[in-house]
């Protein structure tokens, strides 16, 4: 079994394709854990909705808002598969991502793998513009730059419950990933956008400054000194800055992913 875990704060307008994005996968043996961080909008009844007829389904329900980290925790920890797929709840899926993903990773034997992934802007405008996906990649490269889309990636279950999201002063998937290859030693990269990804103005990684700022935050939480972390951030922030160029320039205004 895959457990898909989905985060969700305030996505009235865009949590129903990320879940059909799931039930359409032609890889079956799944569940869906969505955590609800205390919406205010109609996230919630969405989701319940879904599960009426997606016995796959389970929803939690935070008592209080707790941020990013601790409502992915939460699906995290009652993840009851081997392997644990992340997919928030503004992003999507092609419906072949696990069924590709699950055979990649057993030929390569991999216990962390991610694919490439592909772009689209709120309104659902689609970029030309794809992040490849290296087929090995180390933890040396990881800290140059995270290639590593959150909602690409597929970890075995025992890993990810030994590398807890961090708090929302950090790039948590970042130092996830970064803690995971520490042990792992690398990562798999299918060559493959079967992720779409869904660039938010108002994301955490959206503000510049806001973003080199918990990048550097990272790299101090996985046991970087200073000076050393505030350099590496220059060196990730010039990745991050030709990237987002390279998806404004390539999107195609009048084509919509839906």
Known sequence: MVSVVMAAYNAEHTIKAAIDSVIAQTYADWELIITDDRSGDATQEIIQAAAENEPRIRLFIHEKNEGASATRNTGVKNARGEWIAFLDSDDMWRADKLERQLAFAAET???????????????????AYVLRAQREFTYKELLRKNVMSCSSVMVKTEFMQNAAFAGDKLHEDYAA?????????????????????????????????RSAGMVYNT?????????ISAAMTVRYAAHSVTKRAMIRMRTKPTHTVK
């Not at 790299?219 to 000076?227: S, T």
């Open 219 to 227: 790299y101090r939480h996985v046991n970087y000194g200073r000076l």
């Open 109 to 127: 034997g991999a216990d962390i793998t991610y694919t490439a992934t592909s772009y689209i802007t709120e309104t659902g405008a689609a970029s």
């Open 177 to 209: 990933w970064l803690t995971i290859l520490r042990v792992t030693g690398r990562a798999y990269g299918l060559d493959e956008p079967l992720l779409i990804y869904r660039v938010s103005a108002g994301s955490k990684s959206g503000n510049r400054l």
